[in-house]
């Protein structure tokens, strides 16, 4: 069974400086075959959404019990902010996955594609390529 996985390394990541070129270069190569590293750029603006993201739907989610109208109303306003918010983290994130540099195998991959599906795709496709060779040799494929 062919299995390729993609692991992506963020800003978040406590090793995150160690991950330069060389550091991402290694641990693609060391990774298990069929793997590639996607490293997102830092980007504190989306990541300081991010945390307010979170912060928000965690303190509504335990503090709205229903039981003051008041306070409810503005628990539901703030939800629906959040709701703006996560719409704008997704094209954010989207954005930053486009940016991202992708490394597998020990190489850093320029790809063509700006599209993130596109991109994910070339990489996936290196991967096959690069990983299972003697691909090329079977006729035909059973599922």
Not at 46 to 55: D, Q
Not at 131 to 143: F, I, N, P
């Given at each position: 069974?062919?299995?390729?996985?993609?692991?992506?390394?963020?800003?978040?990541?406590?090793?995150?400086?160690?991950?330069?070129?060389?550091?991402?270069?290694?641990?693609?190569?060391?990774?298990?075959?069929?793997?590639?590293?996607?490293?997102?750029?830092?980007?504190?603006?989306?990541?300081?959404?991010?945390?307010?993201?979170?912060?928000?739907?965690?303190?509504?989610?335990?503090?709205?019990?229903?039981?003051?109208?008041?306070?409810?109303?503005?628990?539901?306003?703030?939800?629906?902010?959040?709701?703006?918010?996560?719409?704008?983290?997704?094209?954010?994130?989207?954005?930053?996955?486009?940016?991202?540099?992708?490394?597998?195998?020990?190489?850093?991959?320029?790809?063509?594609?700006?599209n993130l599906q596109n991109k994910l795709d070339e990489a996936c496709q290196y991967l096959l390529e690069n990983?299972?060779?003697?691909?090329?040799?079977?006729?035909?494929?059973?599922?």
């Open positions: 069974m062919l299995t390729l996985k993609h692991e992506v390394v963020s800003p978040l990541d406590l090793d995150y400086a160690l991950y330069g070129e060389a550091g991402c270069l290694n641990k693609s190569n060391e990774a298990p075959a069929g793997m590639a590293l996607i490293k997102l750029p830092d980007n504190k603006e989306f990541f300081s959404e991010l945390r307010i993201f979170l912060k928000t739907n965690k303190f509504v989610r335990l503090n709205d019990d229903g039981t003051q109208p008041d306070l409810t109303k503005i628990y539901n306003d703030r939800k629906t902010e959040n709701q703006e918010r996560k719409k704008r983290l997704r094209l954010m994130l989207e954005e930053l996955m486009e940016r991202a540099d992708i490394y597998a195998l020990g190489q850093h991959l320029k790809l063509a594609s700006s990983t299972y060779t003697k691909l090329g040799y079977l006729r035909v494929l059973q599922a």
